[in-house]
């Protein structure tokens, strides 16, 4: 599907004139830098695929650059935006859009997104795509919470500090592989979609960015006897991630583990207890998830 993006695209001089005349300034600490290139911006909308049919959820609505050239590939946007600065320079922005655009003045964080997409849903909005632009201050967080959502979002087109991107992509063994890195493993497969250079936001940022493409996967991409244990076990890892696996099981669980029953857990399962448990596939710490589920029934809290 070719993206033409609309005239009216905000540039980076239009973007200057709104700040001087609103009297705005970027706050540091909202992680606001703002994407100013078009053609950055119409390889985000490409990557969506999108149909006129669908409604987007946006996080971070900014000044609305991405906003204005999504309006025209669907039939609904909702935008979450934080600073409730925007407020008046969105109503005069967005004014000529009519009623294609919402905007919810809301922390992201702390937004319901699920029961909202839920109850858009009822309402007969039909929506399975995410986009945004993440703030650097609060992607890692951010990013758990979209993995979270994976039962109600199909696609998440998503442009990310580089370093972050590489701890998504990550592979056990690796320096950047963390608990991050399994669930985005777990839950849906991730593509690399283009290399963002700060020269294209204002403020400049001092690191490079990457638009990933997250396809939200049906069915995890193994199978857990325990899905609440595993990620258990996950925290264990990556909580005591020097120490060798067994006694970063020991460490975690406690007494609710024997060294005897787990040195059996081990023999069973074939898996080295002196090794680390960020070097082992998925697929193994599957295995050792079931063998503990036998041996705690009631995982602790």
Do not use: C, W
């Not at 300034?25 to 119409?42: S, Y």
């Not at 935008?79 to 922390?107: C, H, M």
């Not at 109600?152 to 580089?162: D, E, P, R, S, Y």
Request: no cysteine.
């Amino acid at each position: 599907m070719p993206v033409f993006l609309p005239a009216h695209t905000l540039s980076l001089k239009k973007i200057k004139e709104y700040m001087d005349s609103y009297n705005f300034k970027p706050k540091k600490k909202l992680g606001q830098n703002f994407l100013t290139d078009n053609n950055i911006i119409a390889i985000m909308v490409q990557a969506l695929n999108l149909d006129k049919e669908e409604a987007v959820f946006e996080i971070g609505t900014g000044f609305g650059s991405l906003t204005i050239a999504l309006i025209p590939y669907v039939r609904h946007i909702f935008s979450v935006e934080n600073d409730t600065r925007f407020k008046p320079i969105l109503n005069e922005i967005l004014a000529p859009y009519g009623d294609s655009v919402t905007v919810l003045y809301q922390d992201i964080l702390t937004f319901d997104l699920a029961y909202f997409l839920q109850q858009k849903k009822q309402e007969g909005y039909h929506i399975e795509k995410l986009v945004g632009n993440l703030p650097y201050s609060i992607s890692l967080p951010l990013l758990r919470k979209i993995m979270d959502l994976h039962g109600n979002i199909k696609t998440a087109v998503l442009m990310v500090q580089k370093e972050v991107a590489e701890r998504m992509l990550a592979k056990p063994g690796s320096k950047n592989y963390g608990l991050l890195s399994v669930l985005s493993s777990y839950y849906a497969q991730i593509e690399k979609i283009h290399l963002v250079k700060p020269n294209v936001f204002f403020p400049k940022p001092i690191v490079d960015s990457l638009i990933l493409k997250i396809q939200f996967l049906s069915e995890p991409s193994i199978e857990v006897a325990d899905e609440a244990l595993f990620f258990k076990v996950m925290g264990a890892i990556f909580q005591y991630r020097r120490k060798r696996i067994d006694n970063a099981l020991l460490l975690y669980f406690g007494e609710s583990l024997s060294k005897e029953s787990l040195a059996d857990i081990f023999l069973m399962t074939g898996i080295d207890p002196g090794e680390r448990g960020d070097n082992l596939p998925l697929t193994e710490l599957s295995h050792l998830t079931a063998a503990l589920k036998g041996l705690l029934p009631e995982t602790p809290s």
